[in-house]
C-alpha cells in the first residue's frame, strides 16, 4: 500500500507538471525507470498476497472438505443403526405377533391331525386371520 500510495503521490505531482506546462517533466516521471521498478514492486507485492490468499483458501476448502466428508460417513453410519434397529424392531413384532401364534396354530392343527382331540385350541384375543384361525 505503501508503494501504491507512492505510485499515486507521483501521479498526482505529474499532472500538476502537466497543468503547469511542464509536460516533458511529467513524462519522464511517469515514464522514468524508477517510476516502472516502483510499479514493477507493487504487482510483485500483490502477485505475493494473491499466492499467500491462494494458500489459505486452498487449505480452508481441504479441511471444510474433511469435515464433509466425516459428518457424511457420521450421518451414514447412522442412517445405517437406525435401518439396523428398525429391522430388529420389525423382527421382533413379526416373531411375537405372527410366528410364535402361527407355530402354536401349527402345533393345534398337527395334533388335532393326529386325532389327539384332546387338545385345547390357545386363546388368541387378535382381531385378525391368526385369531379367526384359533
Partial sequence: LKIIDALQ???QTALTNTERGEGAQAIALLYGAPYEQ????????I???RQILDKRVIASVQDATK???ALRTASELMVGLTALLFLFVLGFILKRRVLRPVVRLSDVVHRLASQDYA??????NQIDEIGDMA
Avoid at 38 to 45: F, H, I, P, V
Avoid at 119 to 124: A, G, L, R, S
Fill in 9 to 11: 503521490d507521483e501521479q
Fill in 67 to 69: 469435515k464433509s466428508k
Fill in 119 to 124: 387338545v385345547e385350541t390357545p386363546n388368541f
Fill in 38 to 45: 516502483a510499479l514493477e514492486r507493487a504487482q510483485n507485492q
Fill in 47 to 49: 502477485d505475493h498476497f
